[in-house]
């Protein structure tokens, strides 16, 4: 059976998210759906001194948005926030290390969309 | 010989040349025709030979080239009124999709018709086609918009039906085979109690019409809707099939070029029926590979076709039933059409989704366009398998195993 998606750590990130669970006091809070219908991630951070201090998710979905959202809060740990604004699409593939086809790659992609919108909010307010 | 029951579907494989493909060095099983459905030769081979000899724009020239186009294009359409028992041509419209037709009729028919304070009655199991359409109409004429429930077997409550057709009901919109659950509804006897208590029917045939045989003048209802790409067909072609005096009353949708008799400065008198609502060059080529998709059918016969379904649906069930930790939603096999969804515990659908691919079985995974249903099973996202013609119970065997390998694989707990 094929095993391009299902790496070893993707599937470890899936059984055991880190980083698990919200934050009252977060700076940047958002929540989105996939619309590849179902999945959700929420994430919640924390800055200090311009940083990401504590990031935090939670979510219900497949093997690859949650593994992802777990990889996700782990990368983002100490960045600054113009760095976070410049996270790309090909930065999330790079750090699940597998290759997501156009339709699936929604799912990878999803904790990115909900930072990005977050920031927006977090911007404006 | 083709009886009721002799379908057989290894043979009609090689009328289909995409089935021939290999998905990750596997044989291709295509469990996704609830989604779209797969093109024998003949209906390509139409496409392209009316290309290459007879294309032109219709209705308007006098050449060679579009006597010829025009006679096709109004061909094609006279093979969908009789593949339907429609009792003229001219009430079948050639639209885009199924969601399209739905869309004329509430812009054209509803608009025109439902009232402040009026009720539009859809079920719980429709299909977000059959239902935002109706959403939109009733928040714009303030027409209460209700429910027809569902039963915990996934058929329709008709106790539920009746109370609902109490008040005063403009429209029932339906679904004839849900894309969910595979239940046949009882839509001759649903029409009949709703044209008694004073409603129209529209009857959302996209799952219908391709799987069964379908006579609209037995069933009665006021306005049809299917595509042609879920039966063989090309896309970017559909129809909405309406009774004529209803459609004659109905003003078009779209205006323009193709659908008027004579136009002035200030205003235009519309063309007779079908023109009147197919404005603008059509899906001419499209219209005609739906002929040749009807044709196809026809010569397989949808008796023997719906025979075959139910029967992989029965099997589907059995095998999946069998397995642990798998929940087949809807009713048991018996009249069920050929469309199985079903929910693996632990594992998302998106992932057993991935699994079957690479095992080369293609099936649905998500909500398949039906949100509120999953909502009133207390759903997420299901997996769905849905047979047609071409598909075997080897395939069924297929789409089990690669279940079983992928709870294996997968059956971490969170």
Redesign the interface.
């Known amino acids: ?2 095993d ?3 790496r070893e750590h993707i ?1 470890d990130h ?2 055991h ?1 880190r980083n698990e669970g919200t934050l009252e006091d977060a700076d940047i809070s958002n929540e989105q759906s996939n619309p ?4 959700v991630v929420r994430l919640d951070i924390r800055l200090k001194d311009g940083r990401v201090d504590e990031a935090r998710f939670t979510g ?7 593994a992802s959202a777990s990889m996700f809060t782990e990368a983002i740990q100490g960045k600054t926030v113009e760095e976070l604004k410049a996270l790309q699409d090909e930065d999330m593939f790079k750090m699940l290390g597998v290759t997501l086809g156009p339709v ?1 790659a929604k ?1 990878g992609l999803l904790p990115l969309r909900v930072l990005q919108k977050g920031l927006a909010h977090w911007e404006e307010t | 010989m083709h009886t009721k029951t002799n379908l057989d579907p290894v043979a009609l494989r090689a009328d289909f040349p995409i089935l021939a493909r290999e998905i ?1 060095g596997k044989p291709l099983a295509y469990l996704d025709n609830a989604a779209s459905t797969q093109k024998p030769r003949a209906v390509i081979e139409a496409l392209s030979e009316f290309y290459s000899v007879h294309y032109s724009n219709i209705h308007r020239g006098v050449h060679t080239l579009s006597e010829e186009a025009t006679a096709a294009y109004e061909e094609a359409r006279d093979k969908v009124a009789a593949f339907i028992h429609a009792p003229k041509s001219r009430g079948v419209i050639f639209v885009r999709n199924t969601t399209e037709a739905i869309n004329l009729v509430a812009y054209a028919w509803g608009r025109t018709h439902v009232r402040p304070g009026d009720r539009i009655l859809v079920t719980e199991m429709e299909h977000h086609s059959n239902l935002l359409p109706w959403q939109w109409l009733a928040q714009e004429t303030g027409a209460e918009l209700s429910y027809v429930s569902m039963t915990d077997e996934g058929r329709l409550d008709l106790a539920s039906l009746d109370r609902l057709l109490q008040g005063p009901v403009k429209l029932v919109a339906f679904t004839h085979i849900s894309n969910v659950l595979g239940t046949v509804n009882p839509a001759q006897e649903i029409i009949a109690r709703a044209h008694t208590a004073g409603a129209r029917v529209l009857l959302d045939a996209a799952q219908s019409v391709p799987h069964m045989p379908v006579d609209v003048e037995a069933l009665n209802c006021d306005f049809m809707a299917f595509s042609a790409h879920k039966m063989c067909g090309p896309t970017g072609i559909g129809v909405l099939y309406g009774k004529l005096e209803l459609l004659e009353a109905m003003p078009p949708l779209l205006s323009g070029g193709g659908m008027i008799q004579r136009v002035g400065r200030t205003e235009a008198i519309w063309d007779d029926l079908p023109q009147k609502f197919e404005a603008g060059t059509p899906a001419i080529a499209e219209a005609v590979g739906f002929g040749a998709a009807i044709d196809y059918l026809s010569q397989v016969g949808m008796d023997a076709i719906w025979a075959h379904e139910q029967e992989l649906a029965a099997y589907a069930l059995e095998q999946l039933e069998k397995t642990p930790d798998v929940r087949v939603i809807g009713p048991p096999a018996e009249g069920r059409s050929g469309v199985v969804a079903f929910a693996v515990e632990s594992i ?4 057993l989704a ?2 079957l691919d ?2 080369g079985v293609a099936i649905r ?3 398949h366009c039906a949100q509120p249903l999953h909502v009133c099973f207390g759903l ?2 299901t997996a769905r398998a849905s047979f047609y013609l071409y598909n075997t119970r080897e395939e069924v065997d297929r789409l089990v195993e690669g279940v079983q ?1 992928t709870q294996k ?2 059956g ?3």
Request: glycine share 12%; charged share 20%.
């Open positions: 059976m094929g391009d998606l299902y599937l899936y059984g998210p590849l219908c179902s999945d219900e979905g497949c093997v690859i948005s949650m699936r799912c | 990750h998302h659908p998106h992932d991935q699994m690479w095992e995974a998500g909500f997420g996202p390998k694989r997968l971490v707990s969170r």
